[in-house]
């Protein structure tokens, strides 16, 4: 069975200051692996996904994440964050079996301070 | 955005009695999905369906059931509300989940209260 730990449940940072987000995964066959927002009493949005070829991939909004195969993880990054910014993230996996069930992790929670 | 509405979006009830939440689209997907969110876990699947009068267990199913007669409906049922059951409910759609993998869109939620 497939897992996902989210290693930070907050995060605080300072406007215009880098942030990482740190994901890994556990699971037995070739996942992919997403990254969702959620703003403040809203639903869930994707900010990037990785399926396959380059293990960079970019999403919206200025966010970029790697995947790291060998060390089974897939941490968000932004240089330089905005108040906008503020949010709760969640990092998501799915083995792409039949039905596109995801697995999510227990979120991080970013607060940008100006 | 993707055409989910859920209804109601706020609830608040007694422990005991049934509750049925709405999850209705206009994308004519296939797949449709219940997800409950709490803090610290995340989101979690309750059940699925892959068409209509086509359903599956999710991993936090018990105490849950649903039911989907219509492409565009998905209900879930609390036959017996519990204060366990007080959470964020979250419906979500894909169009396909056999070939490759399709995005899921998020409806905007339901807060449930079970007192």
């Known amino acids: 069975a497939q897992s996902v730990t989210q290693l930070d449940s907050q995060v605080p940072v300072f406007e215009e200051a880098p942030v990482e987000l740190r994901c890994n995964y556990s699971?037995?066959?070739?996942?992919?692996l997403f990254w969702y927002v959620q703003y403040p009493n809203q639903g869930l949005q994707l900010l990037l996904k990785?399926?396959?070829?380059?293990?960079l991939v970019k999403g919206i909004n200025g966010f970029e994440a790697e995947f790291n195969k060998s060390q089974t993880s897939f941490h968000l990054r932004k240089p330089s964050v905005h108040i906008s910014d503020t949010a709760e993230y969640f990092c998501?996996?799915?083995?792409?079996?039949?039905?596109?069930?995801?697995?999510f992790g227990g979120g991080t929670r970013v607060l940008v301070k100006p | 955005d993707a055409g989910i509405t859920q209804s109601p979006r706020h609830k608040v009830t007694e422990t005991g009695t049934p509750v049925t939440l709405r999850c209705h689209q206009t994308?004519?997907?296939?797949?449709m999905y219940w997800y409950r969110q709490d803090p610290g876990h995340g989101l979690r699947l309750i059940h699925y369906?892959?068409?209509?009068?086509?359903?599956d267990k999710g991993e936090v199913s018990d105490g849950y059931s649903v039911s989907r007669s219509k492409t565009e409906d998905f209900l879930l049922t609390l036959e017996s509300a519990t204060s366990s059951q007080t959470s964020v409910y979250f419906c979500?759609?894909?169009?396909?989940?056999?070939?490759?993998?399709?995005?899921?869109?998020f409806g905007p939620g339901t807060r449930l209260t079970v007192l």
């Open positions: 699971s037995s066959v070739s996942v992919y």
């Open positions: 979500a759609i894909s169009e396909s989940g056999t070939s490759g993998y399709n995005e899921q869109f």
């Open positions: 994308e004519n997907h296939r797949y």
């Open positions: 990785y399926l396959s070829g380059s293990t």
């Open positions: 369906s892959y068409g209509v009068k086509d359903t």
């Open positions: 998501a996996v799915s083995e792409g079996a039949a039905g596109n069930k995801l697995t």
